[in-house]
T-cell receptor, first 117, second 110 residues
Framework: NAGVMQNPRHLVRRRGQEARLRCSPMKGHSHVYWYRQLPEEGLKFMVY????????ESGMPKERFSAEFPKEGPSILRIQQVVRGDSAAYFC???????????????FGEGSRLTVL | SQQGEEDPQALSIQEGENATMNCSYK?????LQWYRQNSGRGLVHLILIRSNEREKHSGRLRVTLDTSKKSSSLLITASRAADTASYFC??????????FGKGNQVVVIP
């Protein structure tokens, strides 16, 4: 049973370009979370999705960031017109049972490390 | 501030010693979890303790939870070099997410 798969592991973009990060949850998991981690920092919640639905995007910046989890295929975190401050590690996690009062164990991918030049 | 905040410390201990790290939070929680992160890797779940539990064990790990003080501790007994990692606590408050602290870096010297 493969774990959470994220790609690319490393991504370099110039300012103004777009970054697309992909995440395939564990088999049987329908809840996906995206977190951002800055160097020497903890993880900051960005967005929580279920298939075809954004449940909670309160941690997403208001502009340039979007996320989706289509019926088929991986979840995508998209960052448009990247700036240097977007450089970070972006982690995806999945769970079998999501929010609604009692978030249980999350299974994390290895992360996608975005560097903006 | 973010729920789940470890005491900001970096521990350096000898192999075989015990390592203890603490976490405090500010509001009521449903559960508290501890995760480990090796350098450059993703987070790995270690243990979950529910708000109505006071202590939990898993192998060499012992977690305590004091809801009156809004704090938790993680004890790693008989540490090994492979325990070198960052350790994060995270709280679940029933709002669709886990809130992570900044982590404690533990270095176990062989």
């Amino acid at each position: 049973n493969a774990g959470v798969m994220q790609n690319p592991r490393h991504l370099v973009r110039r300012r103004g370009q777009e970054a697309r990060l992909r995440c395939s949850p564990m088999k049987g998991h329908s809840h996906v979370y995206w977190y951002r981690q800055l160097p020497e920092e903890g993880l900051k919640f960005m967005v929580y999705l279920q298939k075809e639905n954004i449940i909670d995007e309160s941690g997403m910046p208001k502009e340039r960031f979007s996320a989706e989890f289509p019926k088929e295929g991986p979840s995508i975190l998209r960052i448009q017109q990247v700036v240097r401050g977007d450089s970070a590690a972006y982690f995806c996690a999945s769970s079998q049972n999501g929010g609604q009062g009692n978030t249980g164990e999350l299974f994390f991918g290895e992360g996608s490390r975005l560097t903006v030049l | 501030s973010q729920q789940g905040e470890e005491d900001p410390q970096a521990l350096s201990i000898q192999e075989g010693e015990n390592a203890t790290m603490n976490c405090s939070y500010k509001t009521s929680i449903n559960n508290l979890q501890w995760y480990r992160q090796n350098s450059g890797r993703g987070l790995v779940h270690l243990i979950l303790i529910r708000s109505n539990e006071r202590e939990k064990h898993s192998g060499r790990l012992r977690v305590t939870l004091d809801t009156s003080k809004k704090s938790s501790s993680l004890l790693i007994t008989a540490s090994r070099a492979a325990d070198t990692a960052s350790y994060f606590c995270a709280t679940a408050r029933g709002n669709n997410r886990l809130a992570f602290g900044k982590g404690n870096q533990v270095v176990v010297i062989p």
